[in-house]
């Protein structure tokens, strides 16, 4: 793998306050020749360590320009006519991303079906008949393997299909750094733990998001995809009829459609973003403003807490928030990817070969 100068540089300042110490220590200690080469083996032994946990540095945006040059013109026009169809596939497509790579990283373990020798994510408590979009991966993965044949991995067809459906619904673009590789393994507990909740609160979130190594700037510009999508009333009936800080009127606007009764309702759909649902924009930071948050985990990023000034920011200048989230997406989609020969290239997303 080849390291630009400051990734060398980087190695070297880490390498020269952890490591090479003790490999001085160690070749001054012993003069002998096969001291020397123990001395030598250690530095090895370091920089193979040392560029096996730089993976995410071997993503590039230009990973398939010789393998499958059209791979992008292959999904967007799939994933376009699944939006134009319905809207809300949008957000479910983002949505389906977020939940892969905060599961042991962007490796497409999320899309992995449940088998008599095999228990995936999709049935786990934050994702059951939660999570959707999955015949869109389908369909697209049946695209690029027409176009070329054991190429293109499922993770990377969620990391464009995510950044496609925020441009068609109107947000910004950027260029999708490419070359992970699909998960042979999956984890139903780490999908029951490791994803936000709707009812978290501001200290929960920013755990969760810097467990992932996201920081709280990043939080806060991820959360904005929710000016897309819907939710369902099981995910937000205790803000609505709990929580001091909501509208009124906008929380009796939620309850005639979400019964205060657990089981009553629970399935029943209400969006993210009450202004503009269709139209990826900064409209759910305004909603915030006004308490009009949907979900709690929502409103407790406007709160009178250190979110606020985040949330005003972004609330009056799109641009800014556009270029948040970008920088918070592509670092999200550096999570943990499966590179080299780790994984597999998965000829249905569904099975593991």
């Not at 005639?256 to 009553?264: D, E, L, M, N, R």
């Not at 920088?327 to 597999?344: F, H, V, Y």
Request: proline share 4%; with cysteine.
């Amino acid at each position: 793998m080849a390291l630009n100068f400051l990734g060398f540089y980087s190695l070297y300042k880490y390498m020269s306050s952890n490591f090479i110490p003790h490999c001085s220590t160690l070749f001054t200690k012993m003069a002998s020749s096969y001291s020397f080469m123990a001395f030598v083996s250690c530095y090895i032994l370091i920089l193979l360590l040392l560029l096996g946990n730089t993976s995410a540095h071997n993503l590039k945006t230009n990973y398939y320009s010789s393998s499958c040059p059209n791979v992008f013109q292959v999904i967007k026009p799939v994933v376009k006519s699944a939006i134009f169809g319905e809207k809300r596939l949008g957000a479910s497509l983002l949505r389906l991303f977020f939940h892969d790579c905060f599961v042991n990283g962007c490796d497409a373990s999320v899309l992995l079906d449940d088998t008599a020798n095999f228990k995936g994510e999709k049935t786990a408590g934050p994702n059951n008949n939660s999570i959707r979009g999955f015949s869109v991966i389908d369909k697209i993965k049946l695209h690029v393997e027409k176009a070329c044949p054991g190429v293109v991995s499922c993770a990377d067809i969620l990391a464009i299909a995510a950044r496609d459906s925020v441009v068609i619904l109107g947000g910004p673009n950027w260029e999708v750094k490419l070359g992970r590789r699909d998960s042979r393994t999956a984890s139903f507990s780490k999908a029951n733990t490791n994803l936000p909740s709707p009812a978290s609160n501001l200290s929960g979130l920013i755990s969760d998001f810097s467990s992932q190594g996201l920081s709280f700037k990043d939080m806060v510009a991820l959360s904005g995809g929710h000016t897309i999508g819907k939710a369902r009333c099981i995910s937000f009936r205790g803000h609505i009829y709990n929580d001091k800080n909501i509208n009124s009127n906008f929380a009796k606007e939620r309850q005639a459609k979400c019964p205060k009764q657990v089981g009553s309702g629970d399935f029943n759909l209400a969006p993210l973003d009450l202004q503009t649902p269709n139209l990826f924009d900064n409209k759910y930071y305004k909603n915030l403003i006004n308490h009009k948050g949907l979900l709690h985990s929502d409103q407790v990023l406007f709160n009178n807490g250190p979110a606020d000034s985040l949330v005003k920011t972004y609330a009056s200048s799109t641009t800014t928030f556009f270029s948040h989230f970008v920088t918070a997406m592509i670092k999200m989609g550096d999570i943990k990817p499966l590179t080299g020969s780790k994984g597999e290239i998965r000829k249905n997303c569904r099975k593991i070969i």
